[in-house]
């Protein structure tokens, strides 16, 4: 193949790039445990100044949603990848078909590398360097990893060099509840379930709730489970430390996106201030992000989202970056398809730095029902697919049952 045109030589050639939209069928944010849990939903904080406010809270969609990308060689072999795009996925796949499709069709389907550094190249003098550019590029990346394993016979993680593991540890993420006392239910249900770790959700309400339902979750669980605690960005200068103190008085294992994503100066003073891990990373897109992150100790944990940053091949170079500041990366797996966590799975299975696997405790509607054979941690390990690629498969009559016109 040539490195100028990207022309294929006499093995397969990419004839086919094609992206679709995948919609749920039901409500998202009441079923995800993205409510702070309080003793009654309309009860007001009893100070001011333990207020949270609302400006840090990203968009979420009514429903589950995501952009599969599908590539097909010319001798019909199918790859698929996913792209994270929990709002615009019509967006995302624009940019798969209009702006990569071009880039991909009659090359290599072997030749990952090229693609990724023709693919992030086509737009980085635009200053395309996250975002729906990315989310796409990961989403194709994936699906060249899916379609080499199969062309060849063999799980990716094989490619990758690996396993290191084959089973994952993973966590419950979202302890979901209206009230203190449903959460702590649900989370004994975890630990029933074979769960050692599990993530609760705060910064939606105030302070002295988020720091009640920790409490209350974190004495049901003690000594048999981990508790993780996602802020999703809520806290500020005057108060994350404050708060984050009060966590680690619990014993919670790590407090994940106490800040905005942009104040990096503060991720630093929280790291050095806490003996409890910070972990940050899923709004970062590619290793020059991570790396100054990790420079800089600015956080103990990351948390890159493969379908955001890179896909595969950057999260494994991601990973790389990590291993050199003796710092562990834990795989952040939202609300998307079964692509999502097949891809995640590969890559942690053949990283030597890999933590822990995040798992969403919510039914999800675009997830494991449609493949043809279950996808899920059982005992609290996610074992890792070991058919060719990805080593699962749809059940194509109820995958177009959500695929949006």
């Known amino acids: 193949m040539s490195a100028k045109t990207g022309e294929a030589g006499p093995g397969a050639r990419i004839a086919a790039v094609e992206a679709f939209v995948l919609v749920g069928d039901k409500d998202y944010v009441a079923g995800a445990g993205l409510r702070v849990a309080t003793g009654a939903a309309t009860a007001r904080p009893r100070r001011t100044l333990a207020e949270i406010g609302d400006l840090h809270i990203c968009g979420y969609p009514p429903q589950a949603q995501t952009c599969l990308v599908k590539l097909t060689a010319d001798d019909?072999?199918?790859?698929?990848?996913?792209?994270h795009a929990p709002l615009g996925p019509r967006a995302t796949k624009a940019v798969v078909e209009d702006v990569l499709g071009p880039i991909l069709l009659g090359a290599d389907p072997l030749a990952i590398d090229l693609l990724w550094e023709r693919m992030y190249g086509s737009m980085r003098l635009r200053g395309h360097s996250t975002g729906y550019q990315l989310e796409a590029i990961s989403g194709v990346d994936i699906a060249l990893w899916d379609l080499a394993g199969k062309l060849l016979g063999v799980p990716i993680y094989r490619l990758l060099g690996g396993p290191y593991r084959v089973e994952l540890p993973a966590y419950a993420s979202g302890i979901p509840?209206?009230?203190i006392a449903e959460r702590v239910a649900a989370a004994r249900g975890f630990i029933d379930a074979g769960y050692t770790a599990m993530k609760l959700s705060i910064g939606r309400g105030d302070i002295d709730s988020d720091l009640a339902t920790a409490a209350a979750v974190a004495a049901a669980i003690q000594g048999e489970a981990d508790l993780l605690i996602d802020?999703?960005?809520a806290y500020t200068a005057e108060n994350a430390l404050y708060v984050g103190r009060r966590l680690q008085d619990l014993g919670v294992y790590w407090l994940e996106d106490p800040l905005t994503p942009e104040d990096v100066d503060g991720y630093v003073h929280l790291t050095a201030a806490l003996e409890m891990a910070i972990a940050a990373g899923e709004t970062e897109c590619n290793r020059w992000q991570f790396a100054e992150r990790l420079a800089r100790r600015a956080v103990d944990v990351i948390l890159p989202d493969i379908c955001r940053a890179g896909g595969i091949s950057e999260g494994r170079r991601i990973a790389t970056v990590a291993s050199l500041h003796a710092t562990k990366w834990a795989a952040h797996?939202?609300?998307?398809?079964?692509?999502?966590?097949?891809?995640?799975?590969?890559?942690?299975?053949?990283?030597?730095?890999?933590?822990?696997?995040?798992?969403?405790?919510?039914?999800?509607?675009?997830?494991?029902?449609l493949l043809t054979a279950p996808l899920h941690p059982e005992g609290g390990f996610l074992r890792v697919p070991d058919g060719p690629g990805l080593g699962i498969a749809f059940d194509e009559e109820r995958l177009r049952v959500h695929i949006a016109g």
């Open 76 to 83: 019909g072999t199918v790859g698929w990848g996913e792209a």
């Open 177 to 179: 509840g209206a009230t």
């Open 231 to 233: 802020a999703h960005g």
């Open 333 to 369: 797996v939202s609300m998307g398809s079964s692509v999502h966590v097949a891809a995640a799975a590969h890559l942690a299975a053949a990283s030597a730095n890999f933590l822990i696997f995040e798992f969403s405790s919510t039914p999800n509607p675009i997830g494991e029902g």
